[in-house]
């Protein structure tokens, strides 16, 4: 594509589609704009037309929109796919893109500095070391626009020092940052500190000073977070002055009147109270001297802020300062005398734990949010959980203290609440917060609270306030004390007596009917909750057996949710219904000819727009599921969810629905695997072809589940797809995976099924070609991982072909190419080869290939013999190897986790269980005595002479159990 007012003008064209509502304009257009992305010139296009003033502005934040993504999807080289960006345009790129950030406007600067941060992400400070050069110089244009667009890019490039675990690549780079960039940062900050004063009257000015100030702290923050540079070390007191004055200072001319949105005065001081928390909390011995300074700051700061929600973020980053400093021996008896306590308790925690109006409009108005926000505990800090961290680490340490102060304000809210419930329901909201934040010690994810205050008898709280709060009539009354009943069971699920746990149940399930969002989805997450706890012995406490009698009421309340206006798609209730699937199994069938149509409606529904993917997550599991649950005692169910699903799944693959599809797939391949019969339904053939699509295995999150898929078409289907003409196609599939690094093991995991269900004759004119294949891949990129597959897949080849069909093929490749095999493959790696069945399967094999071969007893094999057999005595009894290859030969490797992998979210429910193809051999190490004891008389005496001695010993007690006697 060449630099031509024609391409810019089709461009400009092409994006002004991409902006239309209208489905059928839109997507057309970005198909192109997709399929033109690889031309040469392409993102420098895009980087024109985004600095023509004369293009609209719309058009031009599209095409910077469309810079970022195509960044964003390219700019990283995928070792298996290769540069799709020329090297010409990547260099251009970073020539061009630093000053046309800065000089564009605010809309478009945002693209492109996030665009610059993916750039730097990858080659930044090794391929782009100029980048901090470039940034730093433009500090001396006096421009401020120009310098926050520098800080911003700063601020997005260096903000994942936050949160990167400690390495030598990361110091390097931090380091070189440092000696760049710290000095200049500290210049810019004094001399932006003066600006204030020299621009005190004039409002715009101070606008974009105090806008710099916040991004310069933010700044401060990331350099600072992994350890304490030497330089802000010698500059501490520069830092500290400035950031004691920034706190302090009030800046009349920049209050706003806006009560909800912080303005940039409170995102500042909220910053400067996480940059001196950080101080405080890892840097505590070279901090101290200003320490005391800073809490009588921010401690006046808290008493005189208002409750407004604009002050939220500045009021919890003040109290975790608190919290933090608390938490410090050095710094508790600034906490101990009770009149601090007492203090603090009245002027601090009791009016942030206080339900504001903006909290109760967030209840009703956002419930999404007010969920976010109170259990699933995300990054926005609210004043409550900032205050309960500083009641938690209070009363860790001054635990009777801190009990007492608060026992005295409970009684007198829960007093308050029983004298006029309808005026003070705030209260009791109030006093049930506390309770939680004071009496709980530990707590986890997955169990909620597991320690608790002994001073605080939970049982009998919650007989005496939560569960009457949950056996009113009216499920409607007073929704937010609901809801903070039905999160007290949650919260202390794991310490409350298994009675009242499992008891609150019928309330629990009563509660999915009421109208509060947020009351149904806690009732929901609470039931589901329950439901997954573990006793002792790691089965679930609540029996089916249990909740079959509850089961009715259970599912229709969950059900009927989930036709609720806004709670359509509610991820809660999706989850709590699969976990009542789980526990109810069997029991659950009765039901599934109402239930399973309205699944299948409801997954009509959500593929017309996939939007929340653990709500998706939860029903393709349930759907998984309940296929288990029926096939289990009724295998010819398979026939009548096919009929339900088939006609969906070919809606989702026709419009390439790309989040769905890897669901789809692993739910063909449990409905495949089930099927009884020697054939391949004529509806699943009918797709195979399409399957073997290359495009199909472009994107990552098919892989996994398409690969078994097809695996379950070749256990089912080898005949069908001998007579489609398609075995070539399939061996094609394998050809691809086994080249890629990070798909290697899926390859493997395929020959295997095809050598396994295959007839031999129908293989034999390409068996060949699939060693040649695996022995180019192992001397191109050797990896431990490609070399433990290899490993398993000869011992498969030997124990389907027989030993001395592998050495042929392998000396047919290259004369005597089996002796390096064994030595540099075999004996090298045999000790890495891991996971139960794989080790079972390599110890038949390689046990096979010592005494079923005759060419291992001849010249030249024979003398790998005994080395060979040591080997395989110590991968009996030696741990497994987990060391990698050398470096020289070490490649990057993806994670092979099972279950996880980049847009890839396996179905637990739909996993089928590794079957032993050796279910008949049991002790593998009696497997090889046995195959010894029938060698010729007098071989085995010598075989022990060479081997090392220890090795021998293990072999004699094999031979004695087998019952083979060693002339």
């Known amino acids: 594509m060449e630099l031509t007012d024609d391409n810019l003008f089709t461009l400009n064209e092409y994006l002004k589609h991409t902006l239309n ?58 070792e298996d796919t290769g540069d799709r960006i020329h090297a010409q345009d990547r260099d251009a790129i970073k020539k061009l893109i630093v000053n046309l950030m800065l000089h564009s406007p605010d809309s478009i600067q945002k693209q492109l500095s996030d665009a610059v941060s993916i750039i730097g992400r990858h080659d930044f400070p090794d391929k782009w070391p100029e980048l901090i050069d470039q940034m730093v110089e433009k500090f001396n244009t006096g ?24 390495s030598q690549s990361l110091w390097t780079e931090i380091k070189f940052v440092l000696e760049q960039f710290a000095k200049p940062l500290t210049d810019l900050f004094v001399a932006t500190m003066n600006l204030t004063q020299v621009h005190a009257n004039n409002v715009e000015a101070l606008k974009v000073i105090y806008n710099s100030l916040v991004i310069l702290c933010k700044v401060f923050y ?49 910053q400067v109270c996480d940059n001196v928390g950080l101080y405080a909390q890892k840097y505590d011995e070279e901090f101290q001297p200003y320490l005391p300074n800073f809490v009588t700051a921010i401690w006046n700061l808290l008493t005189s802020t208002g409750q407004q929600p604009k002050f939220d973020a500045l009021v919890s980053n003040a109290l975790q300062f608190l919290a933090t400093v608390a938490d410090r021996a050095q710094y508790r008896h600034l906490f101990e005398d009770p009149s601090t306590l007492g203090s603090i308790c009245e002027k601090v925690i009791i009016p942030n734990m206080e339900f504001r109006q903006s909290d109760n409009e967030l209840f009703e ?35 009777v203290k801190i009990m007492e102060i608060f026992g005295a304000y409970i009684q007198v809210m829960l007093q308050n609440y029983a004298e006029k419930p309808a ?64 999160k007290f069971i949650m919260t202390f699920r794991s310490i409350l007596p298994r009675e009242l746990v499992v008891g609150s149940l019928p309330q629990l399930i009563r509660h999915l009917a009421a109208s509060s969002s947020v009351v149904h989805s806690y009732a929901a997450c609470a039931i589901e909750k329950i439901l997954a706890i573990r006793g002792p012995d790691n089965k679930p406490i609540v029996k089916g057996e249990e909740l079959a009698p509850l089961a009715a009421n259970l599912l229709k309340g969950l059900f009927n949710v989930l036709i609720i206006q806004g709670s359509e798609e509610n991820e809660y209730v999706m989850k709590a219904i699969m976990r009542s699937f789980v526990i109810l199994q069997e029991s659950v069938v009765p039901f599934l000819a109402d239930l399973l149509p309205k699944l299948t409606e409801k997954l009509t529904m959500v593929a017309r727009n996939p939007s929340r993917p653990n709500f998706n997550h939860y029903l393709f ?77 472009e994107r990552q999150g098919n892989i996994h589940p398409l690969n078994r898929l ?45 050598i396994e269900h295959f007839p031999p004759n129908i293989l034999e004119q390409y068996i060949k070609q699939v060693f040649v294949l695996l022995f180019q891949r192992l001397s191109s990129s050797k990896t431990t991982k490609y070399v433990k597959g290899l490993i398993v897949f000869f011992a498969y080849y030997i124990i389907r072909y027989g030993s001395s069909s592998l050495v042929t093929i392998i000396d047919q490749i290259q004369s005597q190419m089996f002796g390096m095999v064994v030595e540099r493959v075999l004996i090298a790696d045999l000790q890495k080869v891991s996971g139960v069945i794989e080790r079972k399967v390599t110890a038949v094999g390689i046990s096979n290939l010592l005494v079923e071969c005759p060419a291992m007893l001849e010249t030249p094999y024979n003398v790998y013999y005994p080395r060979l057999l040591a080997t395989l ?39 089928n269980p590794k079957t032993d193809p050796l279910q008949a051999i049991g002790d593998v190490r009696l497997h090889l005595a046995q195959g010894l004891g029938k060698l010729s008389p007098g071989q085995l005496p010598g075989l022990l002479g060479q081997i090392p001695e220890p090795n021998a010993n293990h072999l004699r007690n094999y031979l004695q159990t087998a019952g083979i006697t060693v002339a």
């Open 21 to 78: 509502p209208d489905v059928n304009v839109r997507r057309p257009a970005e198909k192109f704009l997709e399929s033109v992305e690889v031309n040469q010139n392409y993102p420098l296009l895009l980087l024109h037309l985004v600095d023509k003033s004369e293009i609209d502005i719309t058009i031009r934040v599209a095409g910077a929109v469309a810079f970022k993504n195509y960044i964003k999807r390219n700019w990283k080289v995928e």
């Open 143 to 166: 421009d401020f626009h120009i310098i926050n667009g520098v800080l911003h890019t700063a601020h997005s490039l260096f903000k994942r020092y936050r949160y990167e675990f400690k």
């Open 222 to 270: 990331s350099l600072n977070f992994q350890d304490l540079p030497e330089f802000f070390e010698d500059n501490m007191a520069i830092w500290m002055s400035n950031f004691h004055t920034l706190l302090t200072t009030e800046v009349l001319p920049l209050q706003t009147t806006d009560d909800e949105e912080a303005g940039v005065i409170e995102q500042l001081k909220s």
């Open 365 to 399: 108005d956002n419930p999404e949010e007010y969920i976010r926000r109170d259990i699933e505990g995300s990054d926005v800090d609210t004043r409550r959980r900032a205050a309960c961290d500083l009641v938690k680490v209070l009363s860790k340490y001054f635990e």
């Open 423 to 486: 005026e003070n329901w705030r209260s009791k909201d109030a006093a049930l917060y506390l309770v939680t934040s004071s009496a709980s010690r530990g707590q986890t994810q997955k169990h909620g609270v597991t320690q608790s205050s002994e001073l605080v008898s939970l049982p009998q709280f919650a007989a005496q306030h939560i569960q009457p709060e949950l056996e009113k009539i009216n499920v409607n009354e007073f929704p937010v004390l609901k809801a903070d009943a039905i």
């Open 621 to 697: 599991e349930t759907l998984s599921l309940s296929i288990k649950i029926v096939c289990k005692t009724n295998p010819e169910a398979v026939a009548s969810f096919e009929q339900a699903l088939f006609p969906i799944f070919q809606g989702i693959l026709q419009q390439d629905v790309q989040e769905f599809i890897p669901y789809v797939f692993q739910i063909l391949a449990l409905l495949l695997e089930l099927h009884t019969g020697n054939e391949v339904p004529e509806a699943y053939m009918a797709l195979f072809p399409c399957l073997l699509a290359p495009v199909l295995f």
């Open 710 to 754: 097809l695996q379950a078409f070749v256990q089912h289907g080898a005949q069908q797809i001998i007579a489609q003409d398609k075995l070539s196609g399939l061996l094609g599939v394998f050809q691809k995976l086994i080249a890629s690094k990070a798909n290697d093991h899926e390859g493997f995991l395929l020959i295997q099924c095809i």
């Open 873 to 911: 005595i110590e991968f009996f009894e030696l741990p497994q190897d987990e060391t990698s290859l050398p470096e020289d030969q070490l490649f990057p490797e993806v994670e092979d986790a099972p279950g996880y992998q980049a847009a890839y979210s396996q179905l637990v429910f739909a996993r």
